[in-house]
């Protein structure tokens, strides 16, 4: 059954709306991974790619109302000799001669694959010679961005030389830098300030205001009123501009005396920075600018209202909401969503008509996707208060557990729970049109069920120490919809599992081992549904770490009772065996994942046997062998390892294939001992696909310096590159990630295209360990480097938007220890409130990379680091970098041909 599409992250409407872009889609697997049939749910393509884009300026209708960002072009110029005498600088410029744009970009790349600490010189010289601005400008950005401490002098000494653009890029860069280490800079930049023209002007201004120096408010003010100032952009693309640091210089009593200023930009200014800090003295300013002709004036003063939140506050603004035409009342939900967060939102359910009952309905479903789409940790209580006093409709109750869930509020699964209870015939009527949604009418889908079911499975897996009150709340709700069901649903299966529950056990093993005998040879279609729900109870019971159903999981792998028969995929094709052949894949595959979640290390030689039968179905075995990755302990999976190396260089296809599945294993559960031993697999007599299962375990384990180097020299093998390449970008850190890119400047656009598609795939599946071992950050990290990276003076945007649209691939559970985005983004926010300080960063950096807003934005209350980092996060969310989108529709054209669930 297919359940709403995916979170769709789009941009604020008073920030910049997104260019052209092309839908962002997903791929689970790559083929390696033998795709999992029948799923145990559906899945429908990511939303479009968030814009980004950089630049310097970008244009709009001069207004703190941005209008659209457009990327700046790089325009490479004539390099000047200067004075006759040009110096030469490693062999590239010689005297009297002037840079071609082919050795600008030549020396660039020779730059880039370098180590950071052999970077750092060259890059100082090159920002230091005025006389190769194109040189000079990418050097400043390269040592802001490594954080070299000689970058502020060098920018600050640029300024001097009267270059318009290297000026525009040089206030960038020291804006970046910030106070207090660029406070230096300050009379260098007034002084350029001076001989500016509307060029590199509003940078300069705005490096001021970063710095936090008062002369230039008046200047600041000129160039915000002239639409100039809300355009800059901040080093590496987005927005700069931020309304609290310009107002930061003057007093807010000073500010609000502009709260009738004739410019709209400015009583907008004044109503977004006295809502950020909302306090009851300003609730007269804000009603009146809630009421300004200005939509978007009103919108922002809703802010403020709703924070000081007292009666006097409230009445205005939901009078304002209530009253709204369609697309204006849009932009208000909007802008409580971003000023105040989720309980603006649910702030605004009061506002919603109570008749008609089709507008009631439409108006609570338009906050309701809202939420979603935000999901915003902190709703909980404003959630429950809306529930107890205004007594909602069952379905918007359930709803509302849905949203608590969605952001790991477990209060949330008592009204989940009650609306499991519920006929969906009892509580929806074919009449009311409206209560409708993707699947169609209410009435006639259960999906509000499905998903709540999945939420609270979610739910399981985020609180294991919280069971009791799970099965309080839900257990006999989802047992009861489960058992109504000729099939029951592998989310109601996935959450009695997780809180192991008395109850459901009986009715688990009943569905795990059927008494139905398997199918004939011959038997034609419809396939046996008692094998359909088996595959999924097999995996469950071993979830609810039943152990008297081990040994029966283990004797899954011998029910093919005739040793000669093949059911690999090759072998179902004809001579009669498809139905028997998919019940024993299905059986077979079930198992190995139950027994992952057992974790019992004597099913690790019978695996390891099943696993090296070329007989089986390669899916099956794929399962098996990602299961001892979870079953095996030190001294087994030193043995796997072994069979690893051993299969991978045997010359026979089917061998290597073995070869790639333990390799699989290995990137589950790393042998740090190993990894150089399979490296040394990557060569061209190894087979591309199994190459690359290799190149995935390197880079998931990780590596010493001297398989680091092995792996570079491996580069210089077309034939291995790619693989090799892989394992750098996945294992290695930012600057090894941005170096192994870097190199694609000499090998061509084929040979970088098919890498972009082998990293793609690489993110098919998500552990909780990698969470636990931090690989998600350091992939998010190196993603992140690689775009600083250029390649034809073009940013590798690639490896950004790619890893991105595969994070918007995890919103359903996709096998044992896998991830989900609600329980990763819970865990994520946990982290980045408990963890030390590198975990901390790196949660917060992920959470910007997931677009998670509605966390971002709970964040920011945290003190200290935390806080810090999410306000700055948040920020560069808010004001991305404007890119064209990658079209990656062809993952999805492969996915299409996948069996259906």
Known sequence: MLERPNDIHTPPAHKAPPVARKRRVVNKKDRLDFAKWPPDDSDLPGGPAAPSGGGGMASDDGNFKRGRFNPAVIVIGLLIVIGGVAAIYFGVRSQGTKLTPQQIAEEKKNIYVLPTKDQIPRWQKWAADPGADNLQQEALMQLAWADDPAGVDLATKALAAGNHRVNGVSAQVLAYYGTPRADAAKPAL????????????????????????????????????????SKVERLGGGSAFDTEKLAGLVSLDELAKLADDQSPSVRQLVATVLSKNAEAKWTDTLIKLVQDKDIEVAREAANGLGKIGDEKARQPLLSALSSAEKDNRQKFLEALRDGIGGVGLVLALDSVKTEPAEASWFQTKQIFEMLRELSDPRIGDAMIKWIETKKPLQHWVGEAGTRMAEVGDIRGAKFIGERMKLDPTKIYEQQRFWEADEGGHLSRTDLPRVVGARMLADLSVMYPDKSAELRDAAEDGVLAWISDKPQPHANGLRFLAGIKSPKALDKMRDWAFPKDPLPKEGQQPPFPAAFETAQSALRYIGMMKDESSSQ????????KKDPKMDITQEGLQGAGLAMLGMALRAVAYGAAQGLAHLGDPNAVKPMMEFIEDETWHEEARQAACESIAWCADDKQMAEIAKKAIEYASKPEARKQLIGACYAGALALRPVPS??????????????????????????????????????????????????????????????????????????????????????????GYWSDEDFKRGNIYR???????????????????????????????????????????????????????????????????????????????????????TGELARRAFFELMNPKAIAAEDLSKFQDQKKGAPSP
């Open 190 to 229: 007034l002084e350029a300030l001076k001989k500016a023209d509307d060029s590199d002007r509003p940078q300069i201004v705005w490096a001021l205001v970063e710095l936090k120096e008062p002369q230039v408010f008046k200047d600041a003010m000129a160039q915000y009123r002239q639409g100039f100032l």
């Open 779 to 865: 992939w998010v990290a190196n993603a992140e480097a690689i775009t600083r990276i250029k390649i034809g003076d073009a940013p590798q945007e690639w490896a950004r938007q790619r890893l991105q649209a595969q994070f918007d691939n995890l919103r359903f559970d996709n096998g044992p220890h896998s991830e989900t985005r609600v329980v990763l983004r819970h865990r994520l926010y946990e982290d980045a409130k408990k963890g030390d300080a590198a975990r901390k960063k790196g949660a917060v950096m992920t959470l910007k990379f997931m677009r998670e807003k509605g966390v971002l934005m709970a964040l920011r209350q945290e003190q200290g680091d």
């Open 552 to 559: 029966k999981l283990i004797e899954q792998f011998k029910r």
């Open 674 to 763: 190993v990894v150089g031993q399979l490296a040394d697999q990557l060569t061209p007599q190894t087979t591309p696909g199994v190459r690359i299962a290799i190149a995935n375990a390197i880079g998931k384990s990780g590596f010493d310096e001297g398989t680091q180097a092995k792996l570079f020299e491996k580069m210089k093998d077309p034939e291995v590159r790619n693989a090799a390449a892989l394992a750098l970008v996945l294992g290695g850190s930012p600057e090894v990630a941005s170096r192994a890119i870097a190199m694609y400047a000499d090998f061509g656009r084929d040979a970088l295209d098919d890498l972009k598609d082998h990293y793609y795939r690489a993110f």
